[in-house]
C-alpha cells in the first residue's frame, strides 16, 4: 500500500521556523521526485519545492532563501521541508507529492496545517 505521511504542522508565530516531514513507503520513492505544496482556503494548490532523485531542486520564488527541501532515500524516502523566516502569508494546508515520471503516476498525502499567526 502507497503512503505518503506528513508531519511537523503547527502554529508559529511570523518570523517563526517550522519542519515538515513526509514519510514515504509502498513503492521506490528513491526514483521519484518528491515536492511540497501548499494550498490557502479559497486558493488553488500550488508549487512550494521539489526535489529530484538525483538532488536537484526548485522553489517557488515567495519561499526562496526562507525554505529548503531536502531527503533522504535510506532505508525508506524521507522529505523535508525547513521553512524559516515564517510569514502568515505561508499559513496553508502543505502536501507532500510524489511523482514517478516513467510511469506518470502521481501520490499525494493527506496534508498537515501550517499556521503562522501571532
Known amino acids: 500500500q502507497v503512503q505518503l505521511v506528513e508531519s511537523g504542522g503547527g502554529l508559529v508565530q511570523p518570523g517563526g521556523s517550522l519542519r515538515l516531514s513526509c514519510a514515504a513507503s509502498g513503492a521506490a520513492f528513491s526514483f521519484s521526485t518528491m515536492a511540497w505544496y501548499r494550498q490557502a482556503p479559497g486558493k488553488q494548490r500550488d508549487l512550494v519545492a521539489a526535489?529530484?532523485?538525483?538532488?536537484?531542486?526548485?522553489y517557488a520564488d515567495s519561499v526562496k532563501g526562507r525554505f529548503t527541501i531536502s531527503r533522504i532515500d535510506d532505508p525508506k524516502t524521507t522529505v523535508y521541508l525547513q521553512m524559516t523566516s515564517l510569514r502568515p502569508e505561508d499559513t496553508a494546508v502543505y502536501y507532500c507529492?510524489?511523482?514517478?515520471?516513467?510511469?506518470?503516476?502521481?501520490?499525494w498525502g493527506q496534508g498537515t496545517q501550517v499556521t503562522v499567526s501571532s
Open positions: 507529492k510524489a511523482n514517478f515520471r516513467t510511469s506518470g503516476a502521481n501520490y
Open positions: 526535489i529530484t532523485s538525483a538532488g536537484s531542486t526548485n
